[in-house]
């Protein structure tokens, strides 16, 4: 066989490895995966300014393969729930590239290693709050709550919170004040956030018979609810600043970002529509987003 003939063998292997990759990567969940994680981050620096970088590169690594394995296990266990929505159906296991056993594996793996590397490297704090945000994410929400009740995500948003006390462990692993805020800030934060994707996504939720607060009460008792989160949010945002030693660069930061988010969701409290609630969706995730940056500048300045 020549080696002209061997070409286009090699180079299919090489793009369905590829393809493998861009799948397993996919199980992740990164964009989500990744803000949560940046969260956890900030909150270490928070805790300790002088934290070392050794510490935090490490938690970046396990935090986001911990994170990493809990949202594969999501992927298997909601493979039929996935397979009935149209934002969701081309997911990899759902869609049958990944198969179940080598998701499984492949999530197993990851949390072993993020779980257990936390244990040695960054102490046995870490680890707990890591694999006390898997259980959550994985078991609580995926397995027990999303498909029996409203109150799924509101509960399943502790997931979030553990991933922020993990990081604070990183540095302080006695949790002052500042990180149970801190930890409150994404808890507030996860229920408008996937509340205004459930609105903008109604058809999808209910084909997959998913009992998300809007398609069990509707639009506008959803947006009402929304809006006292984003309140709530915004008070614990200003209340972090003297509890955990931020300045006023945060300060007006917060302010600012969480004025303009909380007058969205008055918006769309007011007037509820599908395009408002998809927009507080995609905007909660900048909000989120500002807040870390305003605590990064804080403590550079």
């Known amino acids: 066989m020549t080696t002209t003939a061997l070409e286009p063998t090699a180079a299919a292997r090489r793009r369905r490895a590829w393809a493998m990759v861009r799948d397993l990567v996919s199980l992740t969940k990164p964009k989500v995966t990744s803000l949560l994680l940046a969260f956890g981050l900030v909150s270490a620096a928070v805790a300790d300014p002088e ?21 594969a296990l999501n992927h298997v266990f909601d493979r039929d729930l996935d397979a009935r929505m149209d934002r969701t159906r081309a997911r990899p296991v759902a869609s049958g590239r990944v198969g179940v056993p ?3 594996a492949f999530a197993a793996l990851l949390l072993a290693g ?16 890591m694999a006390a945000g898997a259980a959550t994410y994985a078991g609580l929400y995926t397995l027990v709550l999303k498909r029996r009740t409203r109150h799924n995500i509101v509960i399943g948003g502790l ?19 500042g990180a149970w805020l801190l930890a409150l800030l994404v808890f507030l934060w996860t229920p408008p956030h996937f509340w205004g994707l459930a609105i903008a996504r109604d058809r999808d939720y209910r084909a997959a018979g998913v009992p998300m607060l809007p398609q069990v009460l509707g639009l506008a008792p ?10 709530a949010m915004l008070l ?6 003297p509890v955990a030693g931020l300045g006023p660069v945060y300060l007006v930061g917060a302010a600012a970002s969480g004025a303009a988010f909380v007058a969205l969701c008055w918006a769309t409290w007011r007037r509820p529509t599908v395009r408002r609630a998809l927009w507080t969706f ?13 605590m990064v500048a804080d403590l550079a300045a």
Do not use: N, Q
Request: proline content about 2%; glycine content about 14%.
């Open 51 to 71: 934290v070392g970088a050794a510490r935090l590169a490490t938690f970046a690594l396990l935090g986001y393969l911990a994170a990493g394995g809990a949202a």
């Open 102 to 104: 080598e998701a499984v």
């Open 114 to 129: 993020a779980i257990g590397g936390a244990a040695v490297a960054l102490g046995v704090a870490v680890a707990a709050w």
């Open 159 to 177: 997931a979030g919170s553990c991933g922020v006390l993990a990081g604070w462990s990183v540095a302080d692993p006695g949790l002052a004040p």
């Open 222 to 231: 959803t947006a009402r609810a929304m809006l006292g989160y984003a309140v």
């Open 236 to 241: 614990t945002s200003l209340l972090l600043a």
């Open 282 to 294: 995609k905007l909660s995730g900048a909000y989120l987003a500002t807040l870390l940056l305003a």
